[in-house]
């Protein structure tokens, strides 16, 4: 049976999680930047904690394909 479509690419370990650990790095240093600071630092912890916020809306509006 031949497969219609695109081909199957395959990804590296590193090209599956770089994105989810880019997420959880930014919700982290968000995170840690809102508990220890003030002033400037509370706008670095609201932009990291709201990535994974906005990447979900994003995910679940747009539907990109794949």
């Known amino acids: ?4 479509g695109r081909a199957v690419r395959r990804k590296s370990l590193g090209g599956i ?3 989810p650990v880019c ?3 930014a919700s982290l240093v968000g995170l ?3 508990l220890l600071g ?6 670095v912890g ?3 904690v709201g990535v994974p916020v906005v990447l979900t809306a994003y995910a679940w ?3 990109p394909e794949a």
Do not use: Q, T
């Open 32 to 34: 840690v930047a809102a």
């Open 38 to 43: 003030e002033g400037w630092m509370n706008v």
């Open 1 to 4: 049976m031949k497969r219609e």
């Open 61 to 63: 509006i747009i539907k």
């Open 46 to 48: 609201w932009i990291g």
């Open 17 to 19: 999680f770089a994105v």
């Open 23 to 25: 997420i959880a790095v």
